[in-house]
C-alpha cells in the first residue's frame, strides 16, 4: 500500500465512522441506517451459502466449513439489527419487491450497482461476481477488506451509543457482539488466502483491495456530495415475514 492510500483510507475511515456514529446516534436517522445494516447482512447470506456449496463440491472442506459459519453469523447479524427496528416499531423495507416495481415503471433493468459497489469491483462483470463465477481470491481478498473494516466501523458505532437508555444498551450490546464475529470472519478470509498464495502475495491481493475500498469509499463520498437522494430503506410497523429480507441480493453484501 502506498503512502498516499495510506493517508486516504485513514480520513475516509474517520470520516465513515464520524457519520454512521452520528447517524445510529440520532433517533431520527437511526431507523435508516439499521434497516441499511440489516438488509446488508441478510443480504449476505444466500451468496455466502452458495459459496460453502461450491467449495464443499470443489473439495475443500475447510472452506465450506468456515463459509457455513460465516453464513450462519451474518443470518444471526441480520436478525440483531431486525430486532432493534421493531423495537423502534418499524422493519426494514422488502428490497426486492422495491426493485422490482422500479425496473417495471422505467421499463427496464434498475442499475442495482451502487457507486460504492461500482469502484470497488471496477473492470468486474456482474456475472463474474456471482457465487458459482467468483475467482476464490477475489472473494477472500476483497470480504477481507469489508470484514476488517465492519468489525471497526460497528465497535466504534456501539461505543458511540449511550448506555442510559435500554434501546441504545441493547444495540451496544449487540454491536459489539457482531464487531467480534467480523474479526473472525476477516481471520478466516486472511488465512484462506495464505493456504492458497505466498505471503508475497497475499500482500499484493490485500494491498490491491484496500486501494480499491479507498476509492470506493470515495466515490461513494463523491455521490452524497452531488446530493444524490438516499432511498428510504424502513417502514413504520413491525415484520410479518423475516425471510423475505434473506432474500436480497448479495451485492449488498456490507460484511
Ligand atoms: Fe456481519
Ligand atoms: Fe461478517
Redesign the pocket.
Known sequence: MNVWTHVLHLVSSGAVAYITARNIRDPLTRPNTLAGFQLA?SG?VPFLEALRDRAAKEGDEWLAEKLDR?AA??RR?GQIFAHALKQLNKQAIDIQSMRKNKSEKDGKKSDRRSPFFAAFFEGYESAQLKPEAIDWIVFMGS?YI??RD??RDFASMANALPEDEAHSANLKKGMLA?AN??I???AYLYEALQRRLSPPEVDRVVDRWRERKVNAMLAMVGSFMQGKPQASLVRDGAPTDMEETEETASELT??
Request: charged share 30%; glycine share 6%; net charge negative.
Open positions: 447482512e449476505s460465516h453469523d451474518e447479524h470480504t469489508l470484514e465492519a468489525s457482531i464475529d467480523e473472525g470472519h476477516a456490507a460484511a
